[in-house]
């Protein structure tokens, strides 16, 4: 019964503070932090996949998602301050302005800011994770590495590997079957989206 | 120039539109579609067949999700989630709305000043209220057991006067548990629409519309030629 109570309460009171104030960045929160959490499950459980690409592909969508919680708090930090002196210049109620720069912010962050800095960051980043694996496990980082990229909506490739592998090994033969290998593994079963 | 800007963001359209989660959303999955494949398209760092394949896959992607969301978050989380919470909250007198959207009608007249509530617009607003609760009967305000189009557009013949929306935020004639119901329901429902739902369901019909516009093939085939091992999309 006391847990019940508490449930009921907390409930009631989550819904009056959503009936007297919604702010547009409670829903778009919700969607990252469940999207960052959920997506990489999903991947995680992908039976096709193999581990590494999982990880990676898990990594990626966390990552992405991580970005997009971090922009909308940002931005919504940076844009919200600008209402009271905005409400002195004009006249205008400053909960009003509150709201609708709230809004303003959200949808500046999921049309350009979003995009702008994963299309930025992603990609270094997913190649430091890289090259820090492979030193880790003690593998020379592989010729054109820095083009090794996986995104969560690749496509499905099959990349023939014996049609880039050669009779006559080379010195960096290993490392870049190795490369040919993971970069096919890196490339498979990505889910399109974010 | 800053006039002009403050009176739109500030008008109640806008406002409604902030308040609301389902707009917010939509309007969020909409800018993605448009701002995401954008953005693919300008990435430098991979080829233009590759950025083309990659930014027609997201926009319909996300077209779907907003599809899938506005077929299924409205009919069967908001207003069966507010239904349910009508049941959980039974003995907080809410007034019996017989859904969600009559509920945000009365919502959405009551952010309003009283001349504004009964321009030729608003009119559909004020037919969904008449309809009253589920059996028919006039919708009341269970504390006080008065009408609540009196609230909203007074009475001629009792000489009472609409009230104006701080009256009633004072007076708690907003009914904030119901509304904070409806938008709870929306976050629920968006949150497993657009990371369960949307994504697998997509998942699904996106292969065959790529092939069916001839994109996949095409990719794959422009994959095959250049031998490139990069081919992310």
Known sequence: ?194 | MLVPFVNAITSNTFQTLAQNTDACVKLETTLKAVGRPAFTLVDKHTDKETRKYAATKEFLYQILCLGIYMAIIPPIFKNRGFKLFQKIFKNEQMPAFRSAKQMMAYHHLAYMKPAERTIDKNIKYKNLLKLGDKDGKELTDPKTGKPLLEYLFGSEDKQIKPLEKRIMEKEGKMFDLAKGSIELSSIVGSVIGLTILAPEISHLILHPIMKALHLEGKHEKSADESKKIDKNV
Request: charged share 25%.
């Open chain 1, 1 to 194: 019964m006391g847990m019940g109570n508490f449930v009921y309460n907390n409930l009631k009171k989550i819904c009056e503070s959503l009936g007297k104030h919604n702010d547009a960045l409670y829903a778009v929160l919700a969607i990252a932090v469940f999207k960052g959490v959920m997506r990489p499950t999903f991947t995680m459980m992908d039976k096709d996949s193999d581990k590494e690409t999982k990880k990676y592909a898990a990594f990626r969508e966390g990552l992405t998602e991580a970005i997009a919680f971090a922009s909308y708090i940002l931005t919504h930090k940076i844009v919200l301050p600008l209402c009271v002196p905005i409400a002195k210049r004009t006249g205008a109620s400053p909960k009003k302005i509150k709201n609708g720069l709230s809004l303003l912010s959200v949808c500046l962050t999921a049309g350009i800011i979003i995009p702008a800095v994963c299309n930025l960051t992603l990609k270094p980043i997913m190649n430091g994770v890289k090259k820090f694996n492979d030193k880790r496990k003690g593998r020379k980082p592989a010729a054109g590495s820095n083009v090794l990229d996986i995104k969560e909506n690749a496509v499905s490739e099959k990349i023939n590997v014996s049609s880039v592998y050669s009779p006559k090994l080379s010195e960096n033969s290993r490392s870049l079957l190795d490369a040919v290998r993971r970069n096919s593994m890196q490339n498979s079963t990505m889910k399109v989206g974010g």
